[in-house]
């Protein structure tokens, strides 16, 4: 499983021009599934999400975490985070888990962050999806299983 978060401060989905997730400071993640994910990897993943000190502290220092900030936590399915890059020209998405596979562990790491967190928005899985963000810093980690 890819994870690619961003620090926020603030971001929001929008398909077909409605708003279905929005947080305000927080963080933004990025979800690819890959073949060989199961539900550990969604309990691990979700397990640094929560806990990833990306936050400053009262010296300036990246020592807090999402539940330490009281932030928001924005899950946004990606496929294409899985894809293969390594050579030629155009992505081959062969590293990607299948659309069944995805949206099943997809759905399982929102349920679960859903009972762990208290503020937890999505996009919609598969769907034509326009992100918008404040991206706070820049801070941007990529989160491998």
């Not at 539900?39 to 806990?51: D, E, F, I, M």
């Not at 999402?66 to 924005?74: A, I, M, Y």
């Amino acid at each position: 499983m890819k994870v690619l978060i961003q620090r926020v401060g603030s971001a929001r989905v929008e398909v077909a021009g409605e708003v279905v997730g929005a947080v305000d400071q927080g963080l933004l993640a990025l979800v690819g599934v890959e073949p060989q994910d199961t539900p550990a990897s969604v309990s691990k993943v979700l397990h640094k999400l929560l806990n990833y000190r990306v936050f400053s502290d009262a010296d300036g220092k990246m020592n807090l975490s999402l539940g330490d900030v009281g932030g928001g936590l924005l899950l946004v399915s990606q496929f294409t985070l899985a894809a293969d890059t390594k050579s030629g020209l155009r992505p081959s998405f062969s590293s990607a888990a299948s659309p069944g596979l995805g949206a099943e562990l997809f759905d399982l790491l929102v349920e679960q962050a859903r009972s762990r967190h208290p503020h937890v928005a999505t996009g919609r899985f598969g769907a034509d999806m326009q992100v918008h963000l404040v991206n706070d810093g820049p801070v941007t980690f990529l989160l491998e299983t």
